[in-house]
């Protein structure tokens, strides 16, 4: 597998490191180190996948001209296009190309929130009834230094697609009823603090995302009928923790189990690897990708209502 990297920014420059020999070459309009500064110019017998790491409003011509010409994409989240059918079209033109298109999110391989994903799917709490996340890191004054990431909607898309993701890994159930708590600009001209429900399917949600967390943070809380499910911190910042607590009826101190795993981040190469392995055998699904889309797009446009 030979991959190329397109766009040299803090997370292409992430995705290339991950791929060390197998990058052949890196693409970026204004990186002076870059190979090419653009696409097109890299002969297409040198490569048989690219990964995006570009502003969302180009992504779609992108992976447009990536598939037509058989590369597998691995694309940063989230995957935002104009209209729905967008969506559809690419997807066929994979399909077609047999080629993989796959949107990156890599806390779906951070050890604790998959432990959970296998907790839940088990059964053992039984009805899940709400599941409380909260976001949060101190990037406001490095956001703000863009011109570029300080625009639009600000933290719902960049935090708020992993929540959302996140959701979608854990339950069966629709986004379609996300709304918008608040959303608020203290430092940034674009929301760097935001708040979002889902409430009319089980399990409720509850999100919290926020540039201004000045020490990084992730929690989640996920009550049911059985007992209740706890994480605390990302591995990349510390050590992550996960406890499950299981009810004691009719009431009482719950038995509880606790996991934690070593400070250091895992996922990217995790998430890279399973990208290659992927490619082996594509078969590309936008399925979670419009799910997400339709609850990120509903928040974007509450938010940006609200800022008028």
Known sequence: ????????????????????????????????????????????????????????????????????????????????FANFEQFTEVEQMARDSETLLYTAYNHRFEP??????????????????????????????????????????????DLGSHLLDIVAFWFDRPLDD??????????????????FQARKSFPHIHGEMTLLSWRNSFAAHIMGENGSLHLRSLCKWSESEIVLRRRVRP????????????????????EFLHFVRSCQSPTTSLQRDVQIAKGLLGLIEESQSRGK
């Not at 070459?25 to 204004?30: F, G, I, Q, S």
């Not at 929130?113 to 799917?121: D, F, L, T």
């Not at 009431?251 to 895992?266: A, I, L, Q």
């Open 1 to 80: 597998m030979r991959v190329i990297v397109v766009g040299l920014g803090v997370q292409g420059k992430k995705r290339q490191r991950i791929a060390g020999e197998l990058c052949i070459a890196t693409v970026d309009p204004v990186v002076n180190e870059a190979d090419y500064s653009d696409v097109r110019d890299v002969p297409l017998s040198d490569y048989d996948a690219a990964l995006l790491c570009v502003p969302d409003a180009n992504k779609y011509g992108l992976i447009k001209y990536l598939v037509s010409h058989r590369k597998h994409v691995l694309v940063e989240k989230p995957l935002l």
């Open 251 to 270: 009431s009482g101190r719950p038995e509880e189990e606790k996991w934690t795993e070593p400070e250091g981040d895992p996922t990217w190469e995790a």
């Open 112 to 157: 604790s929130i998959v432990r959970a994903k296998e907790i839940i799917a088990q059964g053992t709490l039984g009805k899940v009834y709400r599941c409380d996340l909260f976001y949060g890191n101190g990037t406001a004054t490095l956001v703000r230094d863009s011109l570029w990431r300080d625009s639009g909607a600000g933290v719902i898309p």
């Open 178 to 195: 996300v709304s918008l708590v608040s959303s608020d600009c203290y430092e940034n001209r674009a929301p760097d603090h935001a708040v």
